[in-house]
């Protein structure tokens, strides 16, 4: 097909001066409407036609293609023909010149067509897999981004290579001159790829995974592990930015198994001031034991293997034991026990080592202020008291001589 009818149309309008600018402007505005129309085809076929086929697949196949936008990138090919095959039929005689710059524009121009449509197709295997279960477990969104960051690479490297007329292979040529520079350009990125296939690889973290690194002021989940940055969602609603490869190079303390595992640690410690204990008569043990364990003295003893005379301390260390075991929101599969630890100037510290049914903070801080709660008020029928520095009960004197005054043991 050739533009010889706008030359003669435009004779025969009677336009003789500067004609062939006249139908070198006609002519373009032809082929860019008709570039237009044949776009606007394209997507409607890819948009009705290619889209409804499709409507069979599965729903994440589907999805997807939409998602990704291939349909709408596909679409541009088709302008690009159209432009590429009329320019050398516009551009003759002392327009000629126009066509190795205008032919090496739509090179340029397709090349990054091509790119697009290469990088939707990363996208569409990022979102099918979105719809996996293994996409929390192994993350993939690093090794997309390496993916397009190669294609943009090498659409870059064909760019130059068009502008310059040269083949890319001469280009690739003096590219291991440039290794070092590059390596130093992105260290991050290529630090960020090394992190993210570990952690990939050994199943370090995963998305939702709760996360605790104290240097960096990181305590929350992971929202998202790319390819140079690790996205986290502070408990208070903070969003930190982390380099991926900080959890390679820095240790960091992973949850998430306490969350799989159904049960979370409570590690509190009464203070218990040690000028309280005492052995119990028979008649405060009998007490204790009828209204505490509902058992006999006997039969007590002889279950705790213990003998006469019995302290206060004893006697309660194995009240706080049985209350943990037999606590509905205790996990009875895991540890859980009353233990006293090493005196302190504060008291000696009875222990609670257990494990709650209930992970979530909220749930979990009741559960366990409920229990130290209880601790603390049966203590005193024990005999016991709490440590305190500065007990208003033996650290002060009742006299007006004001709050520094003589100790009265």
């Not at 303390?253 to 040690?274: H, V, Y």
């Not at 709490?386 to 100790?407: D, R």
Request: include cysteine; charged fraction near 20%.
């Amino acid at each position: 097909m050739d533009f010889k009818f706008v030359r003669q149309w435009l004779e025969s309008m009677g336009i003789e001066n500067n004609l062939q600018g006249l139908s070198l402007v006609i002519g373009v505005t032809i082929i860019l409407v008709a570039s237009y129309i044949t776009y606007t085809i394209a997507r409607w076929v890819f948009d009705h036609a290619i889209e409804r086929a499709l409507r069979k697949a599965p729903e994440r196949w589907y999805r997807a293609l939409v998602d990704s936008g291939f349909f709408k990138r596909c679409a541009n090919l088709a302008p690009v023909v159209i432009i590429n095959s009329f320019i050398p039929v516009l551009f003759t005689g002392d327009f000629e010149s126009w066509q190795s710059p205008l032919q090496t524009a739509v090179g340029i121009y397709l090349t990054w067509v091509i790119t697009s449509i290469l990088t939707s197709i990363a996208n569409f295997v990022s979102i099918a897999y979105d719809y996996t279960p293994k996409t929390r477990d192994v993350p993939i969104t690093g090794v997309i981004q390496v993916v397009k960051l190669v294609l943009v690479l090498m659409a870059i490297i064909i760019t130059v290579a068009i502008i310059m007329n040269k083949s890319p292979m001469y280009l690739l040529s003096g590219f291991g001159a440039m290794t070092a520079i590059l390596m130093v350009v992105f260290k991050d990125t290529l630090m960020g790829f090394v992190a993210g296939v570990q952690l990939a690889t050994n199943r370090m973290v995963a998305i939702g995974d709760w996360i605790e690194l104290p240097d960096h002021n990181v305590d929350g989940t992971i929202q998202e592990v790319g390819l140079i940055t690790l996205k986290v969602e502070n408990w208070d609603k903070t969003i930190v930015y982390l380099p991926t490869y900080v959890l390679i190079h820095q240790s960091f303390k992973n949850w998430q198994g306490m969350i799989e595992t159904g049960g979370r640690r409570m590690k509190r410690s009464l203070m218990i001031d040690l000028d309280s204990s005492k052995l119990l008569s028979d008649d405060e043990l009998e007490k204790v034991v009828d209204t505490y364990f509902g058992k006999s003295v006997d039969e007590w003893l002889k279950e705790n293997d213990l003998e006469k005379p019995v302290s206060n301390l004893t006697a309660f260390r194995i009240f706080a034991d049985g209350y943990l075991k037999n606590h509905p929101k205790v996990h009875e599969d895991l540890t859980c026990m009353a233990r006293l630890m090493q005196p302190t100037a504060a008291g000696i510290p009875l222990e609670i080592y257990a494990f709650s049914k209930e992970t979530a903070w909220t749930k979990y801080e009741a559960i366990q202020s409920s229990i130290v709660e209880h601790l603390y008020s049966v203590l005193p029928e024990f005999g016991l008291r709490h440590y305190q520095y500065l007990n208003n009960q033996n650290a002060f004197s009742k006299n007006e001589e004001g709050a520094y005054c003589k100790y009265n043991p």
